[in-house]
C-alpha cells in the first residue's frame, strides 16, 4: 500500500472525489500559478504558458486549443483522459484502487478508502492544491476563482446577459386584416 505522505495532489483529488476531481485539482492550481486563465463570465479557459511535465496537467494544456475550451467541456475531456487512467491504474499498483469494478468506474480498496477518511478528517490542516483534492471546489482559496467554478458554464452561443432592444417600426405588429364587404370582392 502506498502511504499517504507519498501522494501526489492528483492521487489525493482521486481518492476524495474521482476523475473529476483530479481535473478540477489540476485546473484549479494551473489557473492559480497563471498557467491559464480562466473567463469570469464566458468560463473560457485559455492558455497562457504550455509548459509542464505531470501528465494530469499536460493533458490541461493539450485539451485546449488556441482558441480556447469551455471550463465544463474540459473538466468532462481531463476526467476521460489517459493521463488520469494512467493515475489511476497507478493507484491500482498501489493498492488503494480495487481490481474489481465495473468497466469505466473502479472503486477504492478497503486502503483507499481509509485514506480517503484519513485524508478528509485532516482537511483543515492541508493547504493549496491538495486542499483543493481533497475538499473539492470549497477548498479554493481565492474566492473569485472558488466563484467560477461554482457556477454553471453559458449556453453554448447563447447571450450572457439579454439586452432590451430599441424599440422602433419594425416592432409594432402589422395591423389586422380588414374584413371585405360581403359579396363584392376587393371592395369595401
Not at 489557473?31 to 486563465?37: L, N, Q
Not at 488503494?96 to 483507499?112: D, N, T
Not at 478528517?121 to 467560477?148: F, K, N
Request: net charge positive; hydrophobic share 35%; glycine share 12%.
Amino acid at each position: 500500500m502506498t502511504p499517504v505522505s507519498e501522494l501526489d495532489a492528483y492521487e489525493i483529488a482521486y481518492l476524495c472525489g474521482g476523475p473529476e476531481r483530479v481535473a478540477l485539482t489540476a485546473v484549479a492550481a494551473m489557473a492559480r500559478d497563471g498557467r491559464i486563465r480562466i473567463s469570469r463570465t464566458r468560463h473560457r479557459v485559455q492558455v497562457v504558458h504550455r509548459r509542464g511535465s505531470q501528465p494530469v496537467e499536460r493533458a490541461v494544456l493539450d485539451a485546449v486549443p488556441d482558441s480556447g475550451k469551455v471550463l465544463g467541456p474540459l473538466l468532462a475531456d481531463v476526467a476521460h483522459s489517459p493521463a488520469v487512467a494512467e493515475l489511476i491504474e497507478g493507484l491500482r499498483r498501489g493498492g488503494l484502487v480495487g481490481h474489481h469494478s465495473l468497466a469505466g468506474h473502479p472503486h477504492l480498496s478497503a486502503a483507499g478508502r481509509r485514506v480517503r477518511k484519513d485524508l478528509e478528517d485532516s482537511s483543515t490542516e492541508v493547504r493549496g492544491a491538495r486542499r483543493v483534492a481533497v475538499l473539492g471546489t470549497a477548498g479554493i482559496a481565492d474566492a473569485g476563482l472558488r466563484g467560477i467554478f461554482e457556477a454553471p458554464d453559458p449556453p453554448p452561443g447563447g447571450k450572457l446577459v439579454p439586452r432590451t432592444r430599441r424599440r422602433g417600426y419594425d416592432d409594432v405588429p402589422p395591423d389586422p386584416p380588414i374584413s371585405m364587404h360581403p359579396g363584392i370582392p376587393g371592395r369595401w
